[in-house]
């Protein structure tokens, strides 16, 4: 179709019939600028959701190396007490508590077949030596306070041994405190 004008596309287009001769036009200037302001924008908010995301990663790690970190302490307590109640278990005369200061220095003495075994509360640790001229070996670092005592109960004489962890987390949730309870075979029955 021919005009004075100029040549008709067939193809309609959203702002009606266009020209083929005529030349494209630029957008006009603010439409440009709108665009860079929508750029802009799209930048900042996912540089929000980018650092909400990273502080995110950052803090779930930080809890799941204090969760390994207490599993840890767990296990080495719950160690350290199995082997005590074995000791204590396999007692074969009464066992002696020994206290130098208060709650500074304190040692079990448990007397056995093989010798005897002593533990010993000393400068944040709990050793363990098996017979006189053993070396001492750690049973348990890192403790804050130990107690161990004789608890008598209606028919049984048992041992308690109370540990509490010292605690590496500014904030605890939870004291890491262990209660051990043993029973020495000769002392079953009153």
């Known amino acids: 179709m021919k005009t004075r004008q100029g040549t008709w596309n067939t193809s309609e287009t959203v702002n009606g019939p266009r020209l083929r001769n005529r030349p494209a036009q630029n957008p006009p200037h603010w439409q440009q600028g709108f665009m860079l302001v929508d750029c802009l924008v799209y930048l900042a908010i996912w540089a929000v959701v980018a650092g909400l995301a990273f502080s995110a990663f950052y803090r779930c790690l930080s809890y799941s190396k204090n969760l390994a970190r207490n599993a840890d302490d767990i296990a080495r307590a719950l160690k350290a007490g199995e082997r005590w109640r074995e000791d204590v278990r396999a007692a074969n005369r009464p066992l002696q508590v020994v206290t130098w200061e208060t709650n500074v ?8 077949k093989s010798g005897e075994v002593i533990y010993l509360f000393i400068d944040g640790a709990v050793l363990r030596q098996e017979g006189t001229n053993a070396p001492w070996i750690p049973a348990l670092s890192g403790v804050r306070s130990s107690r161990m005592e004789k608890d008598e109960r209606q028919r049984v004489f048992s041992w308690r041994w ?25 002392h079953k029955v009153r």
């Open 162 to 186: 109370e540990v509490e962890l010292k605690n590496k987390q500014k904030v605890a949730r939870v004291r890491p405190l262990f209660t051990f309870q043993a029973v020495a075979p000769e």
């Open 105 to 112: 220095a304190q040692a079990l003495h448990i007397p056995q």
